[in-house]
């Protein structure tokens, strides 16, 4: 198998439409601001020095706050812990979000520079219940800009359900241990401690 370099493949692909270079943006603007304030879930990608990762990120409201127009803060909501991504950003602040609202075929990108804090201040900000985020990543935006919703069109993405029949967390957990960990339990209990836990 031969792999190309970037000259082939810059020759097989061409050069792209007006519209794929005249959307990007270095901040906020109002089409944009108005995109990413109505999405509610966007997924986070990161690159460290073991590798990269992507992580789902969603709240009951804007999956992010606007600071300024050029700055985005992203609150870490309870998840599993494992703070891939946190390690990532503290060591390499390169970082994507893909912002998404169900029912478009159309996806917002933007690439940046992140920097994670505890800031008392601004944890507060996104407070709910009670509750508070132990860490909010301070995004610094470099470019913004529409993706086409060819591959969401394609996939049929908020027309379908194939869901049914899938592994359970808790059938991937007992696979990973060899049948040693309770998947039945796990998935019994979770939408009970998912809600204790939510925030």
Not at 163 to 178: F, K, N, Q, Y
């Amino acid at each position: 198998m031969k792999f190309l370099t970037t000259e082939t493949l810059e020759a097989l692909y061409g050069d792209p439409g007006e519209a794929a270079l005249v959307k990007v943006a270095d901040r906020l603007t109002p089409t944009y601001r108005a995109w990413i304030m109505t999405s509610r879930f966007c997924v986070l990608t990161t690159v460290g020095p073991e590798g990269t990762d992507a992580t789902p990120r969603g709240d009951d409201g804007p999956a992010v706050l606007e600071l300024d127009p050029k700055t985005l803060a992203l609150p870490d909501w309870r998840g599993n812990m494992r703070i891939d991504s946190l390690r990532n950003i503290v060591r390499d602040g390169r970082v994507s979000l893909m912002f998404m609202v169900p029912g478009s075929n159309n996806v917002v990108r933007v690439n940046g520079e992140g920097r994670v804090t505890a800031d008392a201040d601004l944890c507060a900000r996104f407070e709910k219940g009670g509750a508070q985020p132990r860490t909010v990543t301070v995004i610094r935006i470099h470019e913004v800009y529409s993706q086409c919703a060819r591959a969401v069109m394609r996939a049929g993405l908020w027309s379908r359900d194939d869901s049914a029949g899938l592994p359970s967390v808790g059938d991937m957990l007992r696979e990973m241990t060899s049948g040693d960990f309770d998947g039945e339990s796990y998935d019994q209990d979770w939408a009970i401690r998912a809600a204790k836990t939510m925030w």
